[in-house]
């Protein structure tokens, strides 16, 4: 069983004595065709695997449920961002320290999970973030474009924090320290928080590093995708317009106080 999770603060440098208790989170919406394999690929790890069926129109939630996973319902749809949080409410209510999110169309791959565990181990206090290659098969020009773009903003945004890391602003496949990322006061509903959480995360003095992952994009023809690029384009340079404002005045608006860190495990 999993161990629920701690609240007490405790010196970010000594997570020697921290045990962490990963889950799988797999947010869903309409993607009957492809969320069965990857919650039956997780699962294949021996991980638990949550699933946030962000008010599907499809049978996502029963296929999902068949392969394993544990379906959490939103009665209509309310966003990535929203199912993230969901998802992570719910993990950290169910005592884990950390969710892995993973895409439900069959972009990220089981087999980089291994490699977000290791690093979990390593630094469980860091956020772990995907950064895929540059380039590949099948990847759209607006991708390619937008990472680039928004790769910028996270480095105007934080780039005294980010300590010459650079991540993947707009990869989902993510390992999330729960404490931490609860505690932000994140804004953000749909794409957008991902963006958000990132730079939140820097400037309260989680680290976030790159994890090299693989992606798979399908042929055009068989590519199922949410992302709308006028409108949520917009709201991501939204986003980072509202923090690099922050950022002018920072006096007024930095953070006062670190956040609390998980604390060690009791001794048994």
Not at 37 to 52: H, K, N, S, T
Not at 135 to 140: L, Q, Y
Not at 236 to 251: A, C, K, N, Q, S
Request: net charge neutral; hydrophobic share 40%.
């Amino acid at each position: 069983m999993p161990h629920p999770a701690p609240t007490t603060a405790r010196d970010p440098a000594d997570s020697s004595s921290l045990v962490p208790s990963p889950c799988v989170l797999i947010p869903t919406y309409n993607n009957a065709g492809t969320v069965a394999d990857v919650v039956a690929a997780a699962r294949e790890l021996g991980l638990p695997v949550l699933v946030v069926d962000d008010g599907c129109t499809d049978d996502s939630a029963s296929r999902a449920s068949s392969a394993g996973g544990e379906v959490i319902g939103h009665s209509q749809n309310l966003g990535k961002g929203t199912a993230l949080l969901t998802g992570w409410q719910a993990a950290a209510e169910r005592g884990y320290s950390h969710a892995i999110s993973m895409d439900a169309d069959g972009q990220h791959l089981a087999g980089d999970l291994p490699a977000f565990l290791a690093a979990i181990n390593r630094e469980p206090t860091t956020l772990w973030a995907g950064t895929r290659p540059h380039g590949g098969e099948n990847v759209p020009r607006s991708s390619r474009f937008g990472r680039r773009f928004s790769d910028f903003m996270l480095w105007a945004a934080a780039a005294d924090e980010l300590d010459g890391e650079r991540p993947d602003s707009q990869c989902g496949f993510r390992a999330y320290p729960l404490q931490q990322v609860l505690a932000l006061g994140l804004r953000g509903k749909r794409y957008e928080l991902e963006m958000e959480v990132l730079v939140k995360a820097l400037w309260h003095h989680v680290r976030v590093r790159a994890l090299p992952v693989s992606v798979y994009y399908p042929p055009t023809a068989e590519r199922i995708s949410h992302f709308h690029t006028r409108t949520d384009n917009a709201r991501i340079v939204g986003v980072y317009t509202r923090l690099m404002l922050m950022r002018l005045f920072w006096p007024i608006f930095r953070p006062r106080r670190p956040l609390p860190l998980p604390a060690p495990e009791p001794p048994r």
